[in-house]
């Protein structure tokens, strides 16, 4: 189980901890902003996150005989969801460090940028962001606190596709009977 969790897992990982990497150069003409931003990377982390199904289906076919419980099916994904975010995190980090080390102030500028758009004055902009400027202070000086930041935006989605890949195979779909899988019949 864990040869196959982390051989889809991390090719999972590589697409999500890599998007940073692709999506800069694409960023630098306009075409991906933070308005947009992450509408590309929450559609890459579920397209990347659907390998859980194919790593499922590996493993219950070749190594389960066919048949695969519930349990069995949730310990699999949720293995597989820790090494696609861990990938995910260790991208992230490797980008802002390398690509992008003032990103929390960049994010912090576009978000009074967007108050003003709205037609805020500057104080009540300073009021409502001084909270936020606060959070991106720690961002940007706390490793331990971005790196739980980091894994709360990818873990939720692996634990929705964790839970969807587990009842599918665990509860739904039962194999046909197969006389040359062991326990198939």
């Not at 219950?60 to 969801?81: N, P, V, Y």
């Amino acid at each position: 189980m864990k040869r196959i969790a982390l051989l889809y897992g991390s090719i999972a990982g590589i697409i999500c901890g890599g998007m940073f990497f692709v999506l800069n150069p694409i960023g630098s003409d306009g075409a991906v902003s933070l308005n947009n931003g992450q509408l590309y990377g929450f559609a890459i982390m579920i397209v990347a996150f659907g390998l859980i199904f194919l790593g499922l289906k590996h493993y219950r076919d070749r190594l389960l005989g066919g048949r695969i419980t519930f349990i069995q099916a949730l310990k699999f994904s949720l293995l597989f969801s820790l090494i696609t975010s861990s990938f995910y995190v260790i991208g992230w980090e490797i980008y802002t460090a390398k690509m992008d080390p003032d990103f929390a102030t960049q994010y912090v500028d576009h978000m009074r940028s967007e108050l003003r758009i709205q037609g805020m004055d500057e104080a009540a902009i300073e009021l409502d962001l001084a909270s936020q400027i606060d959070m991106m202070n720690q961002y940007r000086s706390n490793p331990f606190f971005r790196i739980g930041v980091t894994y709360s935006e990818i873990v939720p989605i692996g634990l929705i596709m964790s839970l969807v890949g587990s009842l599918i195979f665990g509860l739904i779909l039962k194999p046909k009977s197969n006389p040359d899988l062991p326990g198939t019949n």
